[in-house]
């Protein structure tokens, strides 16, 4: 079995879960809420690997750097 890439049904390598150690990662796209200045701010489409046995999920390079973007733009905010 490998991990699959569900924006474009690619197999990519296999990834085992580091949490459960018994699923698989799969690669997408979703939405992930975070917090900026006591707020609870979503970051639409973030890269990330999640289990698909555990729920687990790991932010990938690119995903947290957009997570970043996304406090660093909300705190630059004015009256947030």
Known sequence: MNKINTQTGNC?????CPR??????VATLEGFET??????????DVEMDRC???????LTPSGS?????AR?????QPNQ
């Open 12 to 16: 990519l390598d296999i990834i085992p």
């Open 20 to 25: 459960c150690e018994g699923g698989l990662l």
């Open 35 to 44: 917090s900026a200045d006591n707020q609870t701010i979503t970051v639409t």
């Open 52 to 58: 698909d046995q555990c729920g687990e999920i790991f």
């Open 65 to 69: 750097e957009r997570v970043d973007d």
């Open 72 to 76: 660093l733009k909300h705190q630059d």
